[in-house]
């Protein structure tokens, strides 16, 4: 699985993480954490690598997988991967309207 991937399995549905585009033309979507209004994380897959940028200390990690990227955050901020919440996705949700009992 690629790293893009694995970052869609790991934030997707979790309090806090959205996914953003980024101004450059090509240039990976970002995973944004934010609380309180503020950017807390942002990571992004590129080059093989995982990129977590810590926003209150201006500083990169680089992890050389999801595995390694989730460690850090369990260690160093825990509540960041936080049960996801549980909704129906468009398509599902969209069914769900038509279905009759």
């Known amino acids: 699985m690629s790293a893009r ?5 790991l934030f997707e549905g979790r309090p806090g993480w959205r996914l953003e585009a980024r101004p450059t033309p090509g240039a990976a979507p970002l995973w944004c954490y ?9 990571v992004v897959a590129e ?5 977590l940028y810590v926003m209150a200390t201006d500083r990169e990690l680089v992890f050389r997988d999801a595995d390694e990227l989730t460690a850090w ?3 160093n901020h825990d ?9 129906p996705e468009g398509k599902d949700r969209f069914r769900r ?4 009992g």
């Open 5 to 9: 991937k694995d970052l869609v399995e």
């Open 34 to 42: 934010v609380s309180d209004g503020e950017i807390e994380y942002s």
């Open 47 to 51: 080059g093989g690598v995982i990129r």
């Open 73 to 75: 955050i369990r260690a």
């Open 79 to 87: 509540a960041a991967l936080s049960e996801r919440t549980q909704r």
């Open 97 to 100: 309207l038509f279905e009759w």
